[in-house]
């Protein structure tokens, strides 16, 4: 049986963690998730990992696989020529707990920032799919942050304190486009969840497991209603005139 | 946002853990885009005299504006309103932002420069808002191309296709799929709506930002094409004017 060469980071602490190299037997149609559970189950049961469904539906088995962001359960062991080493770490952008477990718990209070669904009073509730099309693809999210840890905002410069993070813009795009809520996020957007920051780089959509697409239809259509608010002067003078654009 | 502990330490350009080539895309974008900036520059600032080979003018000439007290190329007044639609066009920021200023030269790859960044919040790049004027003004632009393209089928007054006529009219033809496939026409012609479905307008404006929806998947690819195209049919005329090639006329 062929084995693959795992390098995983072990510790409490990025300071003083250390990659640790296993050799695990490797079979057909094997992800990394497993290999990591071999190195659990018959090498170092003390090795924490989160995981819940193996079937990258629950967003909990995010890492970094040879430096990439990835859902461990959706990495297969065959993408990796033999012989390779293979480095499995934990994201970078959020606090180390053990090994390969990250605190994500910061996405949680972005979240409770955002204000929610708000239906108009007179809302009709049966609407045509061509109308929630846009936000079904953003309800395909299954907060695995793999964008958020991606994106070089968070990750290399840091700004949690100003910038909300490609997962939250989804989750926004989805309420500002939904025909019966009622709020305009505009100004929040702009100015609490740091969508400028952004330089559409592309990285969250290049990394998302659900392959939503987060830059082109989440980011920039929200951009441009900022752009609608805040930066059109010949918008912005009509709505002064006129009122309600 | 609520202040946390700092979880990672600013890296390095170019650090990573990935082992995979990925400085081969930013290498070959920034290669790609310094040929194409330096060819346009020269020929749109220092040889004006070779703009046109019979039915076929240049599209770094067009439209011809002609005016007394200007001394400088012709092509200056009109290649600002391209190059500052390209340059703001949701694609190139982020292919310029990735191989110019390495921010982030690639995924989880670490970035060049300090800890100053502002992203599009601040001077300069706040004005990529402005992106939409530049939309406006490049559609102008575009139907004069359009005028061009037809007029390179008319050879003195006569019906004709030259190889010069088929490279005028491909080139417009991508330009406008680069040109209608844009995230701000996208937006104004339907995507700032939240129900599409709710009058007869609304439906009509839906309709088209489906089409325009499908260009806009493939922006990237027009983006390139038409960006080669435009070179191209350039030195084409370039190269007849300079009496290097000649024009095969097919019938
Ligand atoms: S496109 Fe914007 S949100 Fe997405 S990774 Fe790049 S900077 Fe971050
Ligand atoms: S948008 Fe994609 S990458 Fe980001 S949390 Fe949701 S599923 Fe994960
Ligand atoms: S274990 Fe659920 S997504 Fe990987
Ligand atoms: S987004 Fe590329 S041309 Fe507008």
Redesign the pocket.
């Known amino acids: 049986m062929p084995e693959a060469i795992m390098k995983v980071f072990r510790g409490i602490s990025r300071e003083a963690g250390e990659f640790k190299t296993y050799k695990v037997p490797v079979e057909e149609g094997m992800v990394v998730l497993d290999a990591i559970h071999y190195i659990q189950g018959f090498l170092d049961p003390e090795l924490s990992v989160r995981w819940n469904c193996k079937a990258a539906k629950c967003g909990s088995c995010s890492a970094e696989v040879n430096g990439y962001p990835s859902l461990m359960c959706k990495t297969r062991m065959d993408r990796f020529p033999e012989g390779q080493e293979i480095t499995v770490e934990p994201l970078k952008t959020f606090p180390l707990v053990k090994d390969l477990v990250t605190d994500v718990s910061w996405n949680y209070e972005v979240n409770k920032k955002i204000p929610p669904f708000t239906p108009k009073p007179d809302a009709d509730w049966t609407f045509m799919q061509e109308d929630i099309e846009r936000v079904q693809e953003f309800r395909k999210c299954i907060e695995c942050f793999l964008?958020q840890d991606?994106?070089?905002?968070l990750r290399d410069h840091d700004r949690k304190d100003v910038f909300a993070?490609?997962r939250f813009?989804v989750r926004m795009a989805g309420l500002e486009m939904h025909p019966l809520d009622a709020l305009n996020r505009a100004e929040f957007l702009k100015d609490h969840a740091g969508l400028g920051f952004?330089?559409?780089?592309?990285?969250?959509?290049e990394v998302c497991p659900e392959e939503i697409h987060?830059?082109d239809n989440a980011?920039i259509p929200l951009k441009e209603r900022v752009v609608d608010e805040f930066y059109d002067p010949v918008l912005m003078f009509f709505k002064k005139i006129f009122g309600k654009s | 946002m609520n202040k946390v502990e700092i979880a990672v330490a600013p890296e390095k350009l170019g650090a990573t853990a990935r082992n995979d080539n990925w400085w081969v895309e930013p290498a070959l974008v920034a290669t790609g885009f310094t040929i194409f900036i330096v060819y346009a520059t020269w020929r749109g600032l220092f040889e004006p005299q070779y703009f046109e080979w019979g039915p076929y003018l240049s599209p770094f000439y067009s439209p011809r504006i002609l005016l007394d007290w200007w001394h400088w190329s012709p092509a200056i007044l009109v290649l600002w309103v391209p190059a500052g639609f390209r340059a703001t066009c949701y694609y190139y920021r982020k292919a310029y932002y990735r191989a110019y200023f390495l921010d982030p030269p690639a995924c989880a790859v670490g970035h060049l420069g300090g800890d100053k960044y502002c992203g599009e919040t601040t001077f300069p790049f706040v004005l990529q808002n402005l992106h939409r004027y530049f939309f406006y003004l490049a559609v102008a632009v575009l139907a004069f191309l359009w005028y061009d393209a037809i007029r390179a089928f008319d050879f003195h007054g006569q019906f004709g296709v030259g190889v010069g006529s088929l490279i005028f009219l491909a080139n417009v033809v991508f330009l406008s799929f680069y040109t209608f496939g844009c995230h701000a026409y996208r937006h104004l012609v339907g995507g700032k709506l939240d129900c599409f479905s709710c009058s007869a307008r609304t439906k009509t404006r839906f309709k088209i930002w489906s089409v325009v929806t499908k260009l806009n998947e493939h922006h990237m690819l027009w983006a390139w094409v038409s960006l080669f195209s435009v070179g191209f049919a350039d030195l084409y005329v370039r190269l007849l004017a300079g009496h290097v090639i000649t024009d095969i006329r097919l019938f």
């Not at chain 1, 991606?150 to 905002?153: K, N, Q, R, S």
């Not at chain 1, 559409?200 to 959509?205: E, V």
């Open positions: 964008c991606v994106c070089h905002v993070g490609p813009f952004c330089n559409i780089t592309k990285c969250c959509t987060i830059t980011i």
